[in-house]
């Protein structure tokens, strides 16, 4: 046997405690009798926890549960912020690799893509931890913990809604792949005995309205029929995986949801949500235990907010209210158990994530500087956001089709979009520190100008800003227009705008936390100036700056080529550039319907998903500019020889699983990836029934020429529908078409001539 005495800083104090490992052949570890069980990580971890909070005093309990929880220095548990917010990157702490925002995230339609992203932000997330800590004496401050407030779990019910753009879109079933993946990406490291991040599902549930009034008291009615078929879906596959949820400011069926009986009863006793392991907690959005007095005005006092929020099985308040529950204790309208749950949640949570051990035992402790926003990283950025940027139109024969290959003297680009960095961040960005504060120079973000200039390299590039986004002002047109005349190409970057922050110039259309678009139209005078460029630009392609549709209807008629970047990320100049030039070609697919404006759209505060004309592509009764799932790429494929195994299954088995199959020929003469989805058309059973579901998608990529066989798995819990508000949410007796393609089966816009390229075929779900 041999021994091995080293030092290790277990408490993070100025005072290191030495401990002796002795090695055995069955490598088992002993360590000095001395040492606080809550720091022994020998132990099981039930039993670490347990002997921490058996050790605390009851104020103490209470104060570690708020989100500015303070050190204990006789126990030598150092404090934790736990706001920490991460969204398609980290967020206000300073340079962090920033992905395209995560609607753009969600048009990759690639799991792999969404983990790779997650484990960037991990990574990054842990280094500025590493950093955090050997600055503050082991204290994590805010905006640099493991717990990390993403990614959200609500779907874009209502483009006009500002925080869409932070979702992974309108469908279910997408959006429950994609945050899966996300979390899985941030949480899970190499170490799997110790997450690398705690991941939080944010913001359950049903939360899709920003203008205020009424966002912090909206308490709509939803059915049950609804609740089931489109809000939970992505709620059980993300609570089942992330370490905590945060409950959302609006209610639900007359309770905010921060007190609502749905925490219980569905969140942590629905099997399907699995949300049960020992370190899943919750916490509510900043803020909510105080708006149940001042918005929803239900109580008078905080200690009656706070017991409200602890006795419908909230954990961790961000804010101050359960610092009340020492009130609340002495009136019995809590119990001591009720608190020694939460905060053996929280400490289990904590310890989880290595919190409590030795560096030398957690492998990520080794991250640092060169951990974040390196070369690495930014390949990761700018894979995803070439695979994120939808290619809308790309008129074929006309002069101005994609790509550009040939030599170009000179390029215009013009539009206020394309020199912008805020533009390419969206909200909750990073490189910056605090709340919304000026973008750092040193954060490597390539504008749309600079993604044409590394793309086009040997062409002379000009730039005019021409058009602000949002407007009345054409002084600049002439300008434009004259050098248009002379451009070989003119490149237009424009759009929407995120207005979080007082970015700036955003206006009534911009779109943000506390900021839904009146409308879906093209802000300003950007469509005036696309119309002068028109019949005066040899080539034209209009590419879109977004977090939501534009009912871009002139545009999609007329121009020849329309490309969406989204709020692109650290390189989403890069990728728009690349793609431009020919050396990717587009494979993303819109993960929302755009309507052709809001006489598409039900009021924005109407939760039912079929009120008329319908909600998302599952209900909608008229043609969108777009649908759902529709995208180009500088290739055509074909789909033949499909097939579906078994082509029966049982009703109400969700287990039960067949194989969607085609064979898929890339029949252009370009290479490209290919996005396989799957839907399914159920029987009409009530008025709720969707028209469409989708069903399982896959990537693919393809040679010019080349033809493979795609297999997609479908289970039957993909499929789940309700007959009645009180049956089961399961697989209902019927037969199904089943379609598999690079799209929606039929005509793909209002102005799309695309030939559909779906096969259906036939699933009999049979009762027993």
Known sequence: QKQFIFSIPLLPSSSELFITMLLVPSVL??????LQPWFNWTLPREERVKSLVSAMTT????????????????????????????QHGLVDNGVSTQFVQTIGMSATWSTTDIIKAGRVTADEARAKHNIALNESGGNSPMNYGLDLWGPVGNLMRDPRWGRGQETYGEDPFLATELTAAYVDGLQNGPQKDIYETLATCKAFIAYGVDNEPPRLSFDPNITNVDLHQYYFPVWESCASKAAS???????????????????????????????????????????????????????????????????????????????????ALSAKTVTIDQIDTAITRLFTARMAAGMFDPPSRVQYSSLGQSDIANEKHFNVATLVALRSQVLLKNTEGSASQLPWKEHLDKILVVGWGANDTYALLGNYYGCHFGSYGPVLNNCSLVTPLDGV????????????????????????????LAAAKTADAVIFVGGNRNCEGGQGHGGVHCEGEGHDRPDLQMPGMQTELLKQLKPVAKKLVAVILTGGPISMNWEAENLDAILIMWYGGTKGGQAMGSILAGDYSPSARLPMTWPTGINQLPNELDMALDTAPGRTYRH?????????????SYTKFSYTGATISPSVIQAGDLSAAFDVCSFVTNIGSVNSEEVVEVYAKPPKFTAKTPQLMLIGFARTTLHAGDKTEVCVKVTGKALRLMKSETSQFTTLAGEYSVYIGGMQPGKQGTFVTTEDNTVELKLTIKDN
């Open 245 to 327: 949820v945060m409950c959302a400011y609006n209610g639900v069926n007359g309770h905010p949801m921060c007190m609502s009986p749905m925490i219980k009863s569905v969140l942590r006793s629905n099997p399907a949500f699995n949300f049960t392991k020992p370190e899943q907690y919750v916490v509510t959005d900043s803020g909510a235990l105080d708006f149940m007095i001042s918005k929803f005005k239900i109580f008078s006092t905080r200690p009656e907010a706070a017991a409200a929020g602890l006795n419908a099985g909230v954990d961790l308040n961000s804010g101050d209210v359960f610092l009340n529950l020492t009130q």
């Open 620 to 632: 909608l009764s008229e043609m969108p500019l777009y649908k759902f799932g529709y995208g180009l």
């Open 29 to 34: 570890c002993t360590v000095s009798a001395g």
């Open 59 to 86: 104020e103490e309990k209470i104060q570690q549960m708020v989100v500015n929880a303070p050190e204990i220095p006789r126990l030598g548990v150092k404090s934790y912020h736990w706001r920490n917010n991460v």
């Open 453 to 480: 200039r590394m793309a086009f390299p040997n062409s002379k590039v000009e730039y005019i800003h021409g058009v602000n986004v949002e407007d009345n002002s054409t002084s600049e047109f002439p300008q434009v």
